[in-house]
């Protein structure tokens, strides 16, 4: 009888998984279902609800999509190591014949796994891919030329949602269809994902109705493009960047906070007394997120991962329709670092044809990324 394993962070289950699960169950006549809940995994971010909760969760998602669904706490159990190479072993012994259900973005990163020959040795790689991550039957033949062993590619395509996308949702107050029923349940009735709750609420009476809306386009565009390309930058800090990357851009006034002198009066000063107001008025301590704030308008030399998030999701995000936008948008959703480069790139093309001076850490990276793009303005 076969078992199909299920493994992931499940923060929170979403329904896409369970379209998933099922599909799997039904392709290859499973009676059992295991879910493999992560406990620390070794390459994401960390979880945003504890272990038990999660398992709790993922209980009442895939409840009823076998005849018999369990939710393992192996990982808990182990406490550390828990990569797949290891634990399909153990799952092996516990359950007997075993294929391992894995995501579409999980084969287009299995090259940063540990041991994958290992994985694809032990059992059968069943895959459910999903819009967005790149070509399944592509990447299976890759895998299985490089790697060896058996990948199936399930007659499957999911839709675009995440659980970073979930996430987001409901940390935002937005209601969310995404889920199951009896999951969201839970989540109100134990008041889950609602950490912001009360900043949220507070920048939305600081903005107006249609930069709050660019807002939420912004924090949804860096949580899918953290994801998508697998940047493993902590959740709460791309949403926290996210959220506040604007939150003085209709609060101009200086309030006796240190920002730079040739940034008052410009356009750029809101990045700078963006940072202040995020420390003043919401408590954020965090170097990394000030700094994704203060610079996510001019850039700067030798961004960070997350400043490039931030700067780059601000200006692809989703409320920008005008072109050539969606051209960028797509570049960016091919190559994170390509995608960068040509918003980087575009933007200093048109404060050129604007004419005037660019404001200098602009040109300064511009000079550090784009040096031959400088050197064609004489720079």
Not at 90 to 108: C, N, P, Q, T
Not at 130 to 135: A, H, I, L, V
Not at 149 to 164: A, H
Not at 225 to 242: E, G, I
Request: aromatic content about 8%; proline content about 5%; some cysteine.
């Amino acid at each position: 009888m076969h078992t199909v394993i299920y493994g992931g962070a499940f923060d929170p289950p979403h329904s896409e998984h369970v379209k998933a699960l099922k599909c799997a169950v039904e392709t290859f006549g499973a009676k059992r279902a295991v879910i493999l809940p992560t406990y620390l995994p070794p390459h994401k971010s960390r979880g945003f609800l504890d272990f038990d909760t999660r398992a709790e969760l993922a209980r009442a998602a895939f409840d009823g999509v076998a005849d018999e669904v369990i939710v393992d706490d192996a990982e808990k159990v182990r406490g550390k190591d828990n990569f797949s190479y290891l634990l399909l072993p153990e799952m092996k012994k516990k359950y007997g014949d075993i294929v391992y259900l894995i995501g579409g973005d999980s084969l287009r990163d299995i090259g940063g796994w540990r041991h994958p020959e290992r994985v694809l040795a032990e059992c059968t790689v069943a895959v459910a891919p999903r819009k967005g991550c790149g070509d399944a039957e592509g990447e299976m033949r890759d895998a299985i030329e490089k790697y060896g062993g058996n990948i199936v590619v399930l007659d499957f395509m999911g839709g675009d949602v995440s659980s970073g996308r979930v996430k987001a949702s409901l940390l935002l107050g937005e209601k969310c269809e995404d889920i199951p029923p009896r999951v969201a349940e839970i989540i109100a009735r134990r008041g889950l994902y609602r950490d912001y709750a009360e900043d949220v609420e507070k920048l939305r009476g600081m903005e107006t109705e249609e930069l709050f809306a660019h807002t939420e386009a912004a924090v949804m565009r860096a949580v899918d493009l953290n994801s998508r390309h697998n940047l493993k930058q902590d959740f709460r800090r791309v949403f926290v960047a996210a959220l506040l990357h604007d939150n003085a851009k209709q609060r101009p006034s200086l309030d006796g906070l240190d920002v730079p002198k040739d940034s008052v009066g410009t356009p750029v000063l809101h990045q700078f007394l963006g940072a202040e107001k995020a420390r003043r008025d919401f408590g954020v301590t965090d170097g990394g997120v000030l700094d994704a704030i203060r610079y996510h308008t001019t850039a700067k030399p030798d961004m960070t991962v997350l400043e490039k998030l931030i700067y780059t999701a601000d200006s692809t995000s989703y409320d920008r329709d005008y072109a050539p936008i969606p051209e960028l948008r797509a570049e960016v959703d091919a190559d994170f670092e390509g995608g960068f480069l040509a918003v980087l790139g575009y933007t200093y093309r048109k404060l050129k044809a604007k004419g005037g001076a660019v404001y200098p850490l602009t040109e300064s990276a511009v000079k550090f990324y784009l040096p031959e793009l400088a050197a064609e303005y004489g720079e």
